[in-house]
């Protein structure tokens, strides 16, 4: 199965459509929400892109998903004596297929059993109905940078308000009791600079200064344990586990990392939107703890 170019095309995975051109194409991890041309050996590289060689060794050139005219998911189906199957794999004269039937004597009759599914090799000139699909992959991307910009990719945050006015702050106050604001270009009347940045975008208050003083933070469920949201990791979103279960931890391989303190130890997930549950924005008044 080739493309209009006569370059291989696959039976399943990811297609990109770069300057007009089909390239097959993974995420780029580490690099979200950047896309990863791989073209195949002795194709030319993708014009006005750099490569990165990962882990395992294969090169990808990544690119942003505001420059790509498409990205989806490519599966082929196709029916052999009337039955359904979802092909794996295609040699010239034969393709391969998991069956997706429900007929089990034609399946233990006709097929060989891999795991809890059926597959078998057939004869091209015997199959039918050969159908190419594609699940769109670039709009949903789209659509997650967009919400996670608009949440801040669920970080704890910390706000002041002055004068009417909200500004990014510290979420504790320093050792002689003031909080810092950024206030970027603003220079609030009544507030000192902040003499450890050389940038002078921070401003101190005193609690009592403040019209308002807040945190906000996420907390979602994952396998049903509870977790505050730390931002996300390549479009998933990461949670420290708050919940007092030894058990969970352990069965839901949660990552151990060391907390802030540089000495405790807490667990961690990183996990699709799709997910988690109660996912809830919390808010929590600073200045009643003063």
Known sequence: MTDHASHPFPIKGEVVVFRGELYRARGAVGLWPCVELLPEPGRPAP???APRESADGSVGYP???????DWYAVTWTFRWRGE?????????ATLTGDYLGS????????LKRRGIRYRGVFPR????????HHEDLLQPLHALVRRLAEVDHFRPKAYAVYQGRTYPAAAEADASGLIALTTGPDRPEGLVA???????????AAPEQLDAWYRTHWTFRADGGPFDALGTVDGMVKGVYTGGSWGFADNMQLTPETGPDGVHTRYTVTVDLDGVTDLEQH????????
């Open 125 to 132: 000139d015997e199959v039918t109905e050969l159908e190419e």
């Open 194 to 204: 902040d003499p450890r940045d050389p940038s002078a975008k921070r401003f101190l």
């Open 84 to 92: 359904p199957f979802q092909c794996a794999a295609a040699a010239p």
């Open 283 to 290: 808010r929590t008044d600073l200045l009643t703890k003063q």
């Open 47 to 49: 014009e006005g892109l």
């Open 63 to 69: 690119v942003s998903p505001e420059r790509l005219e």
């Open 103 to 110: 007929d089990e004597h034609f399946a233990r009759e006709h």
